[in-house]
C-alpha cells in the first residue's frame, strides 16, 4: 500500500509560480510511474502530467506544455510539479498519484494511489 501526501499549493498571482510537492510512502517508489491530475469546481479531474519510473520520459497535458516541469527524486521518494506563468484556469484541487505499471498514462482509471489533494488558487 503506497500512501501519498501533497504539499505546496496556495494562492499566487496570475504569472506566478508554485512548486508542488508529493512524498510517497509504504512501497518501492521507483517501480511506480506517477502523475498529477486536478479538479477545478464544477469540472471533471482531468490530467496534468506523469513521469516515468526513472524520470525518463514525461507526458503532459496540452495546456501545461511549456509552463509546468514533472521531475522526480528517487532517492527522497518524492515527485514534484514545477508550475509557472500560473492562470486563473488552473485554479484547481491537484492530486499526486502513483501506478505500479511502466507505462505512461492520462486516464484516472489507471491509476492505483491518490494523495488527499493540495488546493492551488490562482487570482487575476
Known amino acids: 500500500q503506497v500512501q501519498l501526501v501533497e504539499s505546496g499549493g496556495g494562492l499566487v498571482q496570475a504569472g506566478g509560480s508554485l512548486r508542488l510537492s508529493c512524498a510517497a510512502s509504504?512501497?518501492?517508489?521507483?517501480?511506480?510511474?506517477m502523475g498529477w491530475f486536478r479538479q477545478a469546481p464544477g469540472k471533471e479531474r482531468e490530467f496534468v502530467a506523469a513521469?516515468?519510473?526513472?524520470?525518463?520520459?514525461?507526458i503532459y497535458t496540452d495546456s501545461a506544455k511549456g509552463r509546468f516541469t514533472i521531475s522526480r527524486d528517487n532517492a527522497l521518494n518524492t515527485v514534484y510539479l514545477q508550475m509557472n506563468s500560473l492562470k486563473p484556469d488552473d485554479t484547481a484541487v491537484y492530486y499526486c498519484t502513483a501506478r505500479s505499471g511502466a507505462a505512461l498514462k492520462r486516464s484516472d482509471s489507471n491509476y492505483d494511489y491518490w494523495g488527499q489533494g493540495t488546493q492551488v488558487t490562482v487570482s487575476s
Open positions: 509504504g512501497g518501492t517508489f521507483s517501480r511506480y510511474t
Open positions: 513521469i516515468s519510473w526513472s524520470g525518463g520520459v514525461t
